[in-house]
């Protein structure tokens, strides 16, 4: 199919529908179209795999993944794990994580990915609330698995070197790289529905546990065709998502999109650093790269003297997703990287991207963009009814697209909460639409400020202040008052070279007042080292606010220590 192009109002998402063996085999499995599929062609040799990280750098062709794959899937097989039984993965980036994924779906299983640097009570909520029955670690991570309290678990694997648990009456451990070496590289798929459940992402709500969002193989039509499309991926790209499998986008577009698309992955191990990042793409030759707002801000933060020391010219397309991306960061990426940065929207409960800036489209930077062909977004008010442009409402969704998701496991009620208007699903985030069709995000439904009898979206603050030369990161709350309702609270973070002192919040809140409105600007200003934040680099508002006013924090398993 070409690429996108505005003028396809014809699209419609069964035409999709063809692209996969599927339509004609009527034989459904995501591993399947991620993998085999272009092991059977000349791609067999192609490289779907890079994985670097300060130890390792290996490549592995679509060939490798099919058979590796399928050896794990007989593993998995032997030790009895059945369709729809929960695997989960608790371990660090690396290529057995890849490979296990793909075993899993091969045999039905539905995968449940965990950021390693989740502690006790977060890994036990997610195997507790999944019935999870095989879990996936290393040796050193075990020790934060509580194997025994957890009645539905019956097998744990361990990948890598390191003393295992002594043997245990609850549990069977197994080593990978033995199991690996005595399974078959053939395997009998398991043909699946396409409304079977595939992958099972926890995502914190700011009460209450972590909900399981569950996702079905269908959503394999909606992440081939954004990442065609949005991700723009192309047969000789290299693309690099930044994202942890833990976390939607670095399973979305973190394996499935581009190899569903047949693509090159990168997928880098370790820490970030300006300097590693940009030596990863020079190493790679990058040509996609989707990265996150704060990855971006801390890049902007490290100045771009450091780009000069790398060649970045492979670099044909950039994205950025998880929060709402600052203009400045924008122009800023055309200075340093030659090239625009995309933002667009969704969420875990999305499956893939909703909202988005296709290459071929005019940018508006600060915005999101438009809805993808095929998906209906609509700005609502409280009862349910379609606002006007211009004016801040409930960012809803006409459900029904592709990579919608399916339930929340176990709480058929929370599932039931994101449809509060017949047909649509809310996704909890204020937005505008202009007139020109394109989204403008404001902040978590949660989030918003009533100042003065004035509704402040915390983003246009927080954009204004990054414009600032000494700011690095910021974010607004509303701190109650008893004269305004609320006032305005701003939590800064300094580009390096930059030290706090009064001159500079007096002259923050300033830059704000003249910049965007007097309402908006913060009352006060308080300058930390870092602000708090999700594994997935989303500034936890609701932390700061929590802090602030000396209330409960909530759930904090995703946050950043
Ligand atoms: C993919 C992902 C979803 C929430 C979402 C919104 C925020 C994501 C954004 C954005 C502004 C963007 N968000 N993309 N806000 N502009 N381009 O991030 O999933 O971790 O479930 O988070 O992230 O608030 O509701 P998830």
Redesign the pocket.
Same mark, same amino acid.
């Given at each position: 199919m070409p690429d996108y192009d505005e003028s396809r109002a014809n699209f419609s998402w069964d035409e999709v529908e063809k692209a996969f063996s599927w339509y004609e085999t009527g034989q459904v499995n995501m591993a399947y179209e991620a993998i085999d599929r272009h092991a059977e062609t000349w791609r067999k040799n192609k490289a779907a795999l890079y994985y670097s990280d300060d130890e390792r750098d290996e490549t592995y062709t679509f060939q490798d993944m099919k058979f590796l794959s399928n050896q794990f899937g007989n593993v998995l097989r032997r030790i009895g794990v059945e369709k729809g039984d929960r695997v989960f993965l608790f371990l660090p980036r690396s290529p057995e994580l890849y490979v296990s994924m793909m075993g899993m779906l091969k045999i039905g299983a539905i995968a449940g990915p965990l950021f390693e640097a989740f502690m006790e009570q977060a890994v036990r909520d997610r195997l507790e609330n999944s019935e999870a029955k095989v879990l996936m670690t290393t040796p050193s991570l075990v020790d934060r698995v509580p194997y025994n309290e957890l009645p539905h678990l019956e097998t744990i694997i361990l990948v890598g070197d390191g003393k295992a648990p002594e043997d245990d009456q609850d549990i069977q451990f197994y080593r990978y790289e033995d199991e690996m070496k005595n399974a078959s590289r053939h395997l009998d798929i398991e043909w699946v529905d396409r409304e079977d459940g595939m992958i099972l *992402?926890y995502?914190s709500g700011s009460t209450g546990k972590p909900k399981g +969002?569950l996702h079905v193989h269908n959503a394999m039509i909606q992440q081939y065709q954004t990442a065609k499309w949005i991700m723009d991926l192309k047969e000789d790209d290299i693309f690099w998502c930044t994202a942890d499998p833990g976390? +939607? @986008?670095g399973t $979305?577009y973190g394996i499935f999109g581009p190899w569903l698309n047949g693509t090159s992955n990168l997928v880098r191990g370790g820490r970030f650093s300006p300097e590693d990042w940009y030596g990863t793409i020079e190493k790679y030759q990058v040509s996609v790269w989707l990265s996150? =707002?704060t990855a971006f801000r801390k890049l902007m933060a490290a100045g771009e003297a450091v780009t000069e020391n790398f060649d970045l010219n492979s670099l044909r397309h950039v994205l $950025? +997703? !998880? /929060? =709402?991306?600052n203009a400045e960061v924008v122009h800023w990426g055309m200075n340093a990287y030659n090239v625009r940065i995309h933002? *667009?929207?969704? #969420? @875990? /409960?999305?499956g893939g +991207?909703v909202?988005a800036n296709y290459p071929s489209m005019p940018m508006k930077p600060g915005s #999101?963009g438009k809805p993808f062909p095929g998906v209906e977004a609509a700005i609502l008010d409280e009862a349910g009814n379609q606002l006007p442009p211009g004016q801040m409402g409930k960012?809803c969704i006409k459900a029904g697209w592709p990579s919608m998701l399916r339930t929340v496991w176990n709480n058929e009620e929370r599932f039931n909460q994101y449809f509060p208007f017949e047909g649509w699903f809310d $996704? !909890?985030?204020l937005a505008s639409r202009d007139e020109d069709g394109y989204f403008w %995000?404001q !902040?978590?439904d949660d989030d918003v400020i009533t100042t003065s009898g004035e509704r402040v979206g915390p %983003?246009e603050v927080e954009s204004k202040l990054v414009e600032h030369a000494a700011v690095a990161e910021a974010a607004v709350i509303g701190k109650p008052d008893p004269v305004r309702g609320h006032i305005i609270k701003a939590f800064v973070a300094l580009k390096d070279g930059y030290t706090k002192n009064d001159d500079l919040q007096e002259e923050l809140k300033q830059f704000v007042k003249k910049g965007l409105a007097a309402h908006a600007a913060p009352r006060e200003v308080e300058i930390r080292d870092f602000l708090p934040k999700?594994r $997935?680099g989303?500034i936890m508002r609701r932390v700061l606010k929590a802090w602030e006013l000396d209330l409960p924090t909530g759930d904090l398993s995703t946050m950043e220590k």
């Open positions: *992402h995502t +969002v976390w +939607v @986008t $979305s996150a =707002p $950025s +997703v !998880g /929060e =709402p991306l933002d *667009h929207w969704w #969420m @875990t /409960e999305t +991207v909202i #999101m960012l $996704s !909890g985030d %995000f !902040g978590r %983003f999700t $997935s989303k």
